[in-house]
């Protein structure tokens, strides 16, 4: 059988045809966390919501938010639970006010849960306005 080094168009060929035919058996359950941000001008209402889309439960599940320098973050929200089974999601808001200090305005989240004995962390970025 030839290698995909010495046949690399039919190697690529084969797999842009697997990928394209590849379908899931089953809809898949979000997971990780996303951002959401309404608002505008010196004061934004962030939203972030983590989805455990595993097949376990995950305990001890945590959200923080960090924006960039000259901002005020207060949460408007719990920003952790006991416990995330699957399926579950984790939503909290924060309002994030001031001025930001320069052009560049962000702000990211970062989320943490224990899975299996292990912790597993997840991020999201985006810029405010």
């Known amino acids: 059988m030839p290698r995909p080094a010495v ?3 039919e190697a690529d060929a084969l797999v842009r045809l697997m990928r394209a035919s590849w379908t899931d058996a089953y809809e898949r359950s979000p997971f990780g966390v996303t951002l959401h941000v309404a608002g505008g001008g010196g004061e934004f209402t962030v939203t972030a919501t983590l989805a455990n889309g595993s097949a376990r439960p995950w305990t001890a599940p945590r959200l923080a938010l960090a924006a960039s320098h000259g901002r005020r973050v207060r949460a ?6 006991d416990r995330l ?3 579950e999601r984790l939503t909290v808001r924060w309002a994030v006010t001031g001025a930001a200090g320069g052009s ?5 989240c ?3 849960a224990n ?3 292990a912790t597993v962390t997840y991020t999201a970025r985006t810029a405010l306005g």
């Open 76 to 81: 408007l929200d719990a920003v952790t639970t």
């Open 104 to 108: 560049d305005t962000w702000v990211t």
């Open 115 to 117: 899975h299996a004995g």
């Open 85 to 87: 089974t699957t399926g």
């Open 7 to 9: 046949r690399p168009a």
């Open 110 to 112: 970062r989320a943490t």
